[in-house]
């Protein structure tokens, strides 16, 4: 089986309100998808259904070859769960609580192995109460990674995290990939699903409006901005034939005696494109 | 059945590490009966019968902690575990919610199980108090009111929203509902109307349950009206859990 998740057509509403409105994609055994959107575009609903909390008003949706809304038991053994808000008993130690919930699996990985993969490994005998924000993320790592998932999800792995845990964190999820896990992220950092994802989805108001590797989004707007500042203000020009432009001011700006300041030459990054996607209001003029 | 064990000296390890578990669930009624047991010192009028007060209170007290234990303390620990997350985030596990739910309730069961025994030693230690006429239907008791309450507390935490205000809910109910039952000494004197309220509570029933094993000897099964009360309000409880309990944390 070569597709770990596969979504078609769902939908689900709250009270007359549409939060998904006909949501398809795939997430192939052994990658890292991202899920990115705003808050409110309906990334959470969608994992959530996918791990069996929520039920779909319609769709198809697959879950290593479970239907989720069933929750059966085989599929909970194969998957694990990081929820972007959950505190796990602060009074058992790391150890503990990765023990306790390592009792629920048929077959559980080796609890000191998992918790020195999380890097918990020095605080394995501390209580979970006194443990940094970080660490707790951590532990919400270990404790979903303890009865050897195939798949495993990830809500916002990193909010609220400072860059230094961050970086730590998204080094995890590499070697989760280089374990062979499939990982479905979401995420409203773009940075975030830039240099973790294989693939994005952008999710927006409901709909994925975008969905290829991040290289590929950056692709889809080819045009180059040029940025400087003339006369105090700035002055920012897209275009799809940056060499010919920036020849054409800097000899028009040379020929008059004139500084380009702050001139810059940029190509679009993702977030550019996310924001593009997301914020259909924005003009993307010339 | 090894998970519900596994899960079981879990939930033992992290009630006995909770101090607030432990002073609030555990202690608390033997401190009230060492208390109310120096107060009083008369007989007390039980059912138009009179007990030594010591043996009264030690049932009346009895019957506060299966309140306190399976009522209060359940509901309080299903409130905070669902508004943490916690909950949660053992649906996603393969742990099945009948087992998650039962060690939890076997735990319940074992600290009100060893409440007892710590308060009959009070009882007989300190102020000679008498021992249980008949110790088998004592300690069906303690089944039973665990059952109740458990009932009960789980129906409560269904319907209490924030782990903010549900020691300040539960309490709000046992502590009056205890002193209308008579657990901290005679209701003889209260107005016609609070007798009233005290007459419809499962723990009056509860107790009168209590003072036949305990006192009379007489079966559990002696009073089948009070029985059938306490299992109504057992299954009463139940019955809103059924309809509105939720591994998902209410507020956000």
Known sequence: ?286 | MSVLLHQLVFEQRIFWRSREAAVFIFIFPLLLYALLGALYSDEIEIDGTLAPSSDALLAGLFGYGAANTAFAGLAILLVVRREAGFLKRLRSTPLPAATYIGAVLVSTFVVFALQSVALLALGAFVYDASMPENVVGFAGSVVLGTACFAGLGIGAASLVRSAEGVSAVVNVIVLPMAFLSGSFGPTRDYPAFLEAVGDVLPLTYFLDIVYGVYLDGDSLFADWTALAVVAAWGLAGLAVAVRRFSWMPRER
Not at chain 1, 36 to 57: C, F, H, M, Q, S
Not at chain 1, 170 to 182: A, F, M, P, Y
């Open chain 1, 1 to 286: 089986m070569s597709s770990a998740i596969a979504v078609r057509e769902l939908r689900k509403s709250y009270d007359g309100v549409e939060a998904l409105r006909g949501v398809s994609f795939e997430v192939r055994a052994g990658e890292v998808f991202g899920l990115l959107g705003p808050n409110g575009a309906g990334k959470t609903t969608t994992v959530e259904i996918l791990e069996g909390y929520r039920r779909r008003d319609a769709g198809d949706v697959s879950v290593l070859g479970h239907d989720p809304a069933r929750s059966p038991r085989a599929l909970r053994e194969r998957i694990g769960v990081v929820l972007q808000q959950s505190e796990l008993n602060p009074l058992l130690t790391v150890r503990e609580v990765h023990r306790m919930f390592a009792g629920y699996y048929e077959r559980p990985r080796d609890v000191d192995e998992v918790v020195a993969l999380v890097g918990l490994g020095e605080k394995g005998d501390a209580r979970v109460k006194t443990l940094s924000g970080g660490q707790k993320r951590r532990l919400d790592l270990g404790v979903a990674l303890v009865g050897d998932p195939d798949l495993v999800f990830l809500d916002e792995p990193t909010t609220g995290f400072d860059p230094a845990a961050r970086r730590s964190a998204w080094e995890l999820v590499r070697s989760l990939r280089s374990l062979g896990k499939t990982i479905l992220l979401t995420t409203h950092y773009l940075d975030e699903a830039q240099q973790l994802a294989d693939r994005v989805a952008v999710i927006r108001a409901g709909r994925i409006v975008s969905m290829g590797t991040p290289a590929e989004l950056i692709g889809e707007t080819r045009k180059a901005e040029i940025r400087f500042r003339r006369n105090g203000e700035a002055v920012v020009l897209e275009t799809d034939e940056p060499t010919r432009l920036l020849h054409e001011l800097t000899a028009e700006a040379v020929a008059g005696g004139v500084e380009l300041e702050h001139l810059e030459v940029r190509r679009p990054t993702l977030e550019d494109v996310y924001l593009e996607l997301v914020d259909g209001e924005r003009d993307v003029g010339e």
